[in-house]
Each structure stands twice: as C-alpha cells, then as structure tokens.
C-alpha cells in the first residue's frame, strides 16, 4: 500500500523557535498533500491544502504567515511552524494523494507530535 | 456548511459481540466516503472506502460499511469484534466541489474488553 512518513516524530522546542517537519511519500507521487492538527481526543483538523508546485490553500482561521507550506516535488512537502508559542503544541498529520484530489485516497503519515515550551 | 456526524463518542464492548458505528454526512452532492482507524499510538489507516457501486462495502479485518444515500449515512459494522479492534474510528467525506478535502467526524473510540 502506499505509505507516508513524517519527520521527526516528536520534536520539542523553545518559545520563539522555528521548527519544519517534512512529509514524504515513499512509494508514489503525490500531486497534492494535506496538513492536520489533532489534539488530544479530537478528531482532525484540515489547516491546508498543498499542490506540487503552487502555493498552499489554507483553511479559514489559519495563519498562512506562521504555518509555512511548501510542496517542492511530488514526494515532499514541509510545514514549518514559524516563531512557535505553546498554543502551538499538537499532533500535526500529513497526508498525500497520488492524483488529482477528487476522488482519491489520502494516505496519512504517523503524525508529529510537537511541544513547544 | 458540510458536515460529519458520528453518533457515539465511546462504545464499549465484549469480545465477539457485533459493532455498528454510526456516521451521517450533511452534504447532498457527489461524495466518497471513508472510514479510518487510528489505533492505540499509531497513524490513520483506512479501513474502506466508497465511492461508487455496490453501497455495501468490505474492508480490511472484516469491517464493512454500508452506504444509504436517502439516509446520508455510512455506517461500520462488525458481527463479532477482538479486543485487537480497540481504537478510535473516524468517518470521512470528501466531496468534488471542495477540491476533495477531507471532512472528518468527531471520532468514536471503541474499547474491546477481553
């Protein structure tokens, strides 16, 4: 089956900071990746959708200055979360689709877990 | 605005009794359906999906769910589920007019007792 990997899986940082996590599809190109936040016992939250090769759509609510997407090829994307505060600290989920978005499956990553201190 | 609804919030069950998880959707165009399962420290897997033909649909570990289109709904069932099965399950919709952006339900978490 098709699988996405994430890195880290678990990262911790200081107030302030920056901190990037990569997602990558390892057995087929993903014209278009997604990016979630979950928090504890809650289901999954769209932030934004990334094409290869254009810019990220983000949802409504989401800050486009401070989650950073780039979606450089057709097997990784990045988010970076820019000048990270606590209120930041989740579990951000990728996931990937090998076509066009209508119609297809997203295969998830395993999440990072970020804690910002 | 389109939306998922999954009806229980935490099911409890003995070994070998049957699961029904229930799953409404708001949207009335052209969707596809999901249901994933996050078990206990590990990432979204999808269990089945649908998204035309037959509306009964098998999955993996013997889930299948069922597509009522007057009903909008999609539900998971199980006849006789393993303590292996505790996890929690998310219905998804996507739909065309939305770039086929996932729409996730609140999440059922389903413990199994032994």
């Known amino acids: 089956g098709a699988v996405v990997s994430q890195h880290p899986s678990r990262v911790i940082c200081k107030s302030g900071t920056s901190v990037k996590i990569e997602c990558r599809s390892l057995d087929f190109q993903a014209t278009t990746m997604f990016w979630y936040r979950q928090f504890p016992k809650q289901s999954l939250m769209l932030m934004a959708t990334?094409?290869?090769?254009?810019?990220?759509?983000?949802e409504q609510g989401v800050e486009k200055d401070k989650f950073l997407i780039n979606h450089a090829s057709l097997t990784l994307s990045t988010l970076t979360v820019t000048s990270a505060h606590p209120e930041d600290s989740s579990f951000y989920i990728c996931s990937a689709s090998a076509s066009a978005p209508q119609g297809d499956t997203q295969y998830f990553g395993p999440g990072t877990r970020l804690t910002v201190l | 605005a389109q939306s998922v609804s999954q009806h229980n919030h935490h099911v409890i069950l003995s070994e070998a009794a049957s699961l029904e998880l229930g799953c409404n959707y708001s949207?009335?165009?052209?969707?596809?359906l999901f249901w994933y399962v996050q078990y206990p420290g590990q990432h979204l897997q999808l269990l089945l999906k649908?998204?035309?033909?037959?509306?009964l649909v098998k999955g993996i570990k013997g889930f299948e769910a069922e597509f009522i289109k007057s009903k909008f709904s999609f539900n998971l069932r199980k006849p006789s589920v393993q303590w292996s099965d505790t996890a929690e399950y998310f219905c998804?919709?996507?739909?065309?007019?939305?770039?086929?952006?996932?729409?996730f339900g609140q999440g059922t978490e389903l413990s199994v007792k032994p």
């Open positions: 949207y009335g165009g052209t969707v596809n």
């Open positions: 998804a919709v996507n739909n065309y007019n939305q770039g086929g952006k996932l729409i």
């Open positions: 990334s094409n290869e090769g254009s810019k990220a759509t983000y």
């Open positions: 649908y998204f035309s033909g037959d509306p």
